[in-house]
C-alpha cells in the first residue's frame, strides 16, 4: 500500500511541477469560433473576442510563434457569411480580416450556404479563395471537434 501511494505522490509531484500531465509541456490550443449570425455589432464583438484569444495565448515578446501555440479557426454559414460580404466594402472590416489572418487565423465559410444563396465568393465576399470554402459549416464544425477543437460561439 506504501509503494502505491508513493508512485502516486511522485505522480503528482511531476504534474505539478510542469504544470500539466503531459511531457512535452503544454499542448497548442486547437479552437474552432462558430458564426452564423449577420449583425454587424455582434460580428465585430466576435472579432474583438478572436483578437483577444489571441492576445491571451500568444503573449508579446514572446519567441515562439503564435502558430504553434494556437490553431484557431473561424467557421461561418447561414447569415455568418455576411461577415465577410460587409469586409468586401467595409475597410475597417477589411483591416480586421486582414490583421486576423496575418497572425494564423483560417476562415472557413460553407459552400452550401454560398449555393443556397446564390453568393459568388470571388466576387461578392472579402479575401476567399477555393482553400478557404469547407463542404459543410456545420459539418466542419463536428470534424474539428471531434479532432479535438475546442467550440466557442461568440
Known sequence: MHKVLAIFAVGLLAIGATGCATL????????????????????????????????????????????????????MHGKGVDLLKQANTDPDMQQKVISLKKQGIAFN?????????????????????EKDIVPSGVAELAKLQSEGFAYVKP
Open 109 to 129: 465559410v460553407c459552400a452550401n450556404t454560398l449555393k443556397g444563396k446564390k453568393i459568388n465568393y470571388k466576387n461578392d465576399l472579402f479575401d476567399v479563395s
Open 24 to 75: 512535452g509541456g503544454p499542448s497548442k490550443q486547437k479552437v474552432v469560433y462558430h458564426i452564423n449570425y449577420d449583425d454587424t455589432k455582434e460580428l465585430t464583438g466576435a472579432l474583438r473576442n478572436v483578437q483577444n484569444h489571441i492576445n491571451a495565448v500568444c503573449a508579446k515578446g514572446d519567441t515562439t510563434p503564435c502558430t504553434e501555440k494556437l490553431d484557431l479557426r473561424i467557421v
